[in-house]
């Protein structure tokens, strides 16, 4: 079973420009959540898609945004990209997201953002 | 608000040292416990998870955690570590109806060979 498969893995982006990663969820898992991963801060939550549906979103400015496609693959989007946005950004896809279910992850996107 | 903190962020041991990295969580409801592991160049990947029962969880590679539910604690253990087990370490949490897992600043661990 394929896992979960992030495009691209690595990126470098100028300031002010927006950026889209894809995420293609494990086969038959429908629940995809995103993180952002940078030295020190751990994964912090973005938003969480299940059935074309953001049922949690993190704290995060609204130039971070997402979306499901029927097929449950996930894409989130950076616009006005901002040297701070330069992190490794993890996607994750578990069956349906219930209290309990592992997650698992893909390899992630490097952004860098000069 | 819901919340994760692993009180060391570096670790470094000798081989056969016993490891004990301290995570504690902050949510009074019904929560489920997870440790992942990345190793250097890999993903995050499950080391082991609680959702009921037996309060002391084993999992892969000998690692096992215990949920102390008065500390709100769920402490990883491994009595002999080995130079294999250099990676960083995330405590995660996810509570019941809330969609996300929450994870702690992650805990990088150096084994000496």
């Known amino acids: 079973k394929a896992g979960v498969t992030q495009t691209p893995r690595y990126l470098i982006k100028t300031r002010g420009q927006q950026v889209t990663l894809s995420c293609s969820p494990i086969?038959?898992?429908?629940?995809v959540s995103w993180y952002q991963q940078t030295p020190g801060q751990g994964l912090q939550f973005l938003f969480e898609?299940?059935?074309?549906?953001?049922?949690n979103k993190g704290n995060f400015p609204g130039r971070f945004s997402g979306r499901q496609f029927s097929n449950s693959r996930s894409e989130m989007n950076v616009s006005t990209l901002e040297l701070g946005d330069s992190a490794l950004y993890l996607c994750?896809?578990?069956?349906?997201?219930?209290?309990?279910?592992?997650?698992?992850f893909g390899e992630g996107s490097w952004l860098t953002v000069v | 608000a819901q919340s994760v903190s692993q009180h060391n962020h570096h670790v470094i041991l000798s081989e056969a040292a016993s490891l004990e990295l301290g995570c504690n969580y902050s949510?009074?409801?019904?929560?489920?416990l997870f440790w992942y592991v990345q190793y250097p160049g890999q993903h995050l990947q499950l080391l082991l998870k609680?959702?009921?029962?037996?309060?002391l969880v084993k999992g892969i590679k000998g690692f096992e955690a215990e949920f102390i539910k008065s500390k709100f604690s769920f402490n990883l253990r491994k009595p002999s570590v080995q130079w294999s087990d250099t990676a960083e370490y995330f405590c995660?949490?996810?509570?019941?109806?809330?969609?996300?897992?929450?994870f702690g600043a992650g805990t990088r661990l150096f084994v000496k060979a």
């Open positions: 609680y959702f009921s029962g037996d309060p």
């Open positions: 994750a896809s578990s069956t349906h997201f219930s209290s309990g279910n592992t997650i698992y």
């Open positions: 086969s038959g898992h429908r629940s």
């Open positions: 898609y299940f059935s074309e549906t953001q049922r």
């Open positions: 995660a949490v996810t509570n019941t109806g809330g969609f996300k897992t929450i």
């Open positions: 949510y009074g409801g019904t929560v489920n």
